[in-house]
């Protein structure tokens, strides 16, 4: 188990343009999450994900944010029509909830730069 | 509502002294903190976490943080630095419905 990965590490786009990212959690990880970081600051929480169910999701997420785990493994993070604002660092986490609080384990993130 | 204040955003610190972190939180529920380090272009790594029982914390690299209730307060802590402990560390607060709640970051930087 190499840990929580995320693909791209980096992604240059130009404004209004459509990006996808993806994280491929821990296996066997039931809860997936995702985090917005901005230059100088901590993790936001977007959203996240118990199996394939979309659980939660912040009102940070706007309607041009769209986020999937089809099939309870991996996940996608969409943007459309990027723009300057959503340039920041996307952190995907991953847990293993059976009972009680349990670690997040973070991949290495993909900053997105929007031109 | 829960919230995270990390109370400096730059820590300079030379080479083998002490240091200390500051966090206070604010939750009107049970509290379970976090502490997290992010080295430049890396993602999260856990340092150590505070859910029950003892309230003086001991986690990886030789830092240990302690859990003070009364004062609202989960400070890190470790007594002699390496300039590899140069990274961002931030303190965190489970939120009940699954999430991280985040403080905004302390740099520490160990000069030689």
């Known amino acids: 188990d190499t840990g929580v990965s995320q693909d791209p590490r980096h992604k240059i786009t130009k404004r209004g343009q459509n990006v996808t990212f993806r994280c491929d959690p821990i296996s066997e990880h039931n809860r997936l999450y995702w985090y917005r970081q901005t230059l100088g600051q901590g993790p936001e929480f977007l959203t996240y994900f118990q199996n394939e169910a979309q659980l939660e999701k912040s009102r940070l997420l706007s309607d041009r944010f769209s986020a999937e785990r089809p099939k309870g493994s991996f996940s996608t993070l969409e943007i459309q029509r990027t723009e300057q604002g959503d340039s920041a660092m996307y952190l995907c986490?991953?847990?293993?909830?059976?009972?009680?609080?349990?670690?997040?384990?973070f991949g290495p993130g993909t900053r997105l730069t929007v031109l | 509502a829960q919230s995270v204040t990390q109370l400096d955003s730059q820590v300079p610190v030379f080479e083998e002294a002490p240091v200390e972190l500051r966090c206070n939180y604010s939750?009107?529920?049970?509290?379970?903190l976090f502490w997290y380090v992010q080295y430049p272009n890396q993602g999260l790594q856990l340092l150590l976490k505070?859910?029950?029982?003892?309230?003086l914390v001991k986690g990886i690299n030789g830092f240990e943080a302690e859990f003070n209730k009364s004062q609202t307060s989960f400070h890190l802590r470790k007594p002699s630095v390496h300039i590899s402990d140069t990274a961002e560390y931030f303190c965190?607060?489970?939120?009940?419905?699954?999430?991280?709640?985040f403080g905004q970051g302390t740099e520490l930087s160990v000069k030689p």
């Open positions: 965190a607060v489970y939120n009940q419905g699954g999430k991280l709640i």
């Open positions: 986490a991953s847990s293993l909830v059976l009972a009680g609080i349990n670690e997040q384990f």
């Open positions: 505070y859910l029950s029982g003892s309230t």
């Open positions: 939750s009107s529920v049970s509290v379970y």
